[in-house]
């Protein structure tokens, strides 16, 4: 069986299974890239103490080793997710500022997918390394991003999550918070602001970060036109 066939048979079972082979896809898309060999990846990780551990991809920028976390989406989003509170029954850190994590950068991509230009959930579905359109990929430095989002919100993450569990909030949609940890209903005119998702059982706390921001605070930034074999790349 393919791994393409694989993929969809697992998304039809579970969520999680449907994620990790969407997570699989897509290492195998970008270890054939020049997103890996600018990075100088000598190791993509596969045991799964060291991805639980926040490590996928090991290389190095100049003579400093990295370890890659890598989170991708299939859509071209104008923001991403950062996770800074997971299960709320477990009082579950988020992968953003959990210590024992031993991350030092993330590679942020967003796949374009044939088929699914303007539907997340069907792209990660179908997606194979044969039907992207375009693969925009940021590497950002974990402790730089979390410098940032901190400045932007006027506190430390932790306190954050603090200010956000104590609220007595109903309803099962995403709400979003203003940086005096207010609720927003709209659009909210920050740089980078916290949301909680009350529809999902976990109720797991991100901060959404808009792109043009990770676009600046990214060490390295790259575009690959898959249908016009098009590859740019920036040093920011």
Not at 121 to 147: H, P, W, Y
């Amino acid at each position: 069986m393919g791994l393409k066939q694989k993929c969809l048979n697992n998304a039809k079972k579970s969520n999680y299974l449907g994620d990790k082979c969407f997570e699989e896809t897509s290492m195998h898309y970008l270890e054939n890239t020049q997103i890996f060999k600018d990075m100088n990846i000598r190791e993509i990780v596969h045991d799964r103490a060291r991805q639980l551990k926040g490590i996928d991809a090991i290389g190095s920028i100049g003579n400093d080793s990295i370890n890659v976390d890598v989170k991708a989406i299939a859509s071209q989003l104008n923001t991403f997710c950062f996770e800074i509170s997971g299960n709320v029954s477990t009082n579950q850190v988020g992968w953003l500022i959990n210590p024992k994590l031993e991350t030092t950068h993330y590679l942020i991509v967003y796949h374009t997918v044939k088929g699914a230009e303007r539907n997340y959930r069907l792209g990660k579905r179908i997606m194979t390394v044969n039907n992207v359109i375009e693969t925009e990929a940021l590497l950002i430095e974990k402790e730089k991003l979390k410098s940032f989002i901190q400045k932007e919100l006027g506190q430390n993450l932790d306190s954050v999550v603090k200010e956000i569990r104590k609220q007595d909030l109903e309803g099962r949609g995403v709400v979003r918070f203003n940086k005096e940890m207010n609720v927003v209903k709209g659009t909210v005119n920050q740089k980078a602001y916290p949301t909680i998702s009350l529809g999902l059982k976990e109720q797991p706390i991100n901060v959404v970060v808009r792109k043009e921001s990770l676009k600046e605070l990214a060490d390295k930034h790259w575009i690959i036109e898959d249908e016009k074999n098009l590859v740019t790349s920036d040093q920011i």
